[in-house]
């Protein structure tokens, strides 16, 4: 394999994180989260960042880094946030020719199913009831689709286990 760098993209609660490390794991490769990267360079957890200084400073920040991780000479598998691609053209990023990039598509009904208590850990979604996280999800799929579809390989999650998941990353190399 000659993949420098996996890229793991998908919505929030798409497996990302998991699937990031089992996938690490099997191809002997470092595991990176780039919200954990974040968190360890500002010394505050996401969720602060984004209630002390907004989404607009987290988001300049998360590109700084995906950038910095993707000019890297590094070989690793990094999970990316959700809206990692979406903002400050990170999506280009994506079709590196070094960039191995996969999206890890989970439908709506998963994902809620998946974040429904997890809300007060996502500041996107702490303030919402089953059905408003249902409609936010269903909305932020749409328009964050275009940026998703980026990606070189699309990874259907539902009903998958993550090891299935990985074996079938595997295969497309």
Do not use: W
């Amino acid at each position: 394999m000659n993949v420098k760098k996996i890229v793991l993209v998908g919505y929030m609660g798409s497996g990302k994180t998991k699937i990031g490390q089992l996938l690490a794991e099997k191809l002997n490769l470092s595991f990176l989260d780039l919200d954990f990267l974040i968190e360890n360079e500002l010394k505050k957890s996401v969720k602060d960042i984004f209630s002390e200084k907004g989404e607009v400073f987290f988001r300049k920040k998360e590109h700084e880094i995906f950038k910095k991780m993707i000019q890297s000479d590094s070989s690793y598998v990094l999970s990316t946030g959700g809206g990692t691609p979406c903002y400050a053209d990170n999506h280009v990023f994506l079709q590196n020719e070094d960039v191995f990039s996969v999206y890890l598509k989970a439908s709506i009904p998963v994902l809620v199913s998946r974040l429904k208590n997890e809300t007060a850990n996502r500041p996107l979604l702490h303030n919402l009831n089953e059905e408003e996280t249902e409609e936010y999800i269903a909305k932020h799929l749409f328009d964050r689709s275009y940026y998703y579809n980026q990606c070189k390989y699309i990874v259907l999650v539902d009903d998958k286990s993550p090891e299935e998941i990985v074996e079938e990353i595997t295969r497309l190399f």
